[in-house]
T-cell receptor, first 113, second 112 residues
Framework: NAGVMQNPRHLVRRRGQEARLRCSPM?????VYWYRQLPEEGLKFMVY????????ESGMPKERFSAEFPKEGPSILRIQQVVRGDSAAYFC???????????FGPGTRLTVT | QKEVEQDPGPLSVPEGAIVSLNCTYS??????FMWYRQYSRKGPELLMY????GNKEDGRFTAQVDKSSKYISLFIRDSQPSDSATYLC????????????FGKGTKLTVNP
């Protein structure tokens, strides 16, 4: 059973470009979470999605950030017009319905130059 | 006051030592408590999961929760160099799917 998959693993963008991060949950998991980890900081919740629904986006910055989890395909975290402060590791986690345990992917390390 | 406080360390111990890692929290609604291990430049790996107060043991690892003190601990017995990693505590208030609130993590080094 493959774990949570994220791609790309490393992403370099210039200021002002768009970044798209992809996450495929574990097989049988219908819930996806995105977290951001800044250097020397813990993981910070961004958004929680189920298929075609955003359940909780209380941790998402109000501008430039969006997320989706379509009926088919991976979940996408999209950052428009990236700035240097967006440089971080972005982790996706998934869980089965009704369970609190979350399983994390390897992360995407975004560097904004 | 942050919701979850965790001493970042670093913590350095000799091989075979008993390691104690701790977190405190302020939100009395938290009922589900997890410990994750994160190796450098990798994703967090779920180690232990406990509900409410009490102890849970899994091999060399023991998780303790004291809700009255809002204090949780992870003990590692007979520590090994392969245990060298950052340990993150995480919590949530509700059962079922919900966001986790993490501590900053404690960096542990076990020296051979």
């Amino acid at each position: 059973n493959a774990g949570v998959m994220q791609n790309p693993r490393h992403l370099v963008r210039r200021r002002g470009q768009e970044a798209r991060l992809r996450c495929s949950p574990m097989k049988g998991h219908s819930h996806v979470y995105w977290y951001r980890q800044l250097p020397e900081e813990g993981l910070k919740f961004m958004v929680y999605l189920q298929k075609e629904n955003i359940i909780d986006e209380s941790g998402m910055p109000k501008e430039r950030f969006s997320a989706e989890f379509p009926k088919e395909g991976p979940s996408i975290l999209r950052i428009q017009q990236v700035v240097r402060g967006d440089s971080a590791a972005y982790f996706c986690a998934s869980s089965p319905q009704g369970l609190v345990e979350q399983y994390f992917g390897p992360g995407t390390r975004l560097t904004v130059t | 006051q942050k919701e979850v406080e965790q001493d970042p360390g670093p913590l350095s111990v000799p091989e075979g030592a008993i390691v104690s890692l701790n977190c405190t929290y302020s939100n009395s609604a938290f009922q589900y408590f997890m410990w994750y291990r994160q190796y450098s430049r990798k994703g967090p790996e779920l180690l232990m999961y406990t509900y409410s107060s009490g102890n849970k043991e899994d091999g060399r690892f023991t998780a303790q929760v004291d809700k009255s003190s809002k204090y949780i601990s992870l003990f590692i017995r007979d520590s090994q160099p392969s245990d060298s990693a950052t340990y993150l505590c995480a919590m949530s208030a509700q059962g079922g799917s919900e966001k986790l609130v993490f501590g900053k993590g404690t960096k542990l080094t076990v020296n051979p």
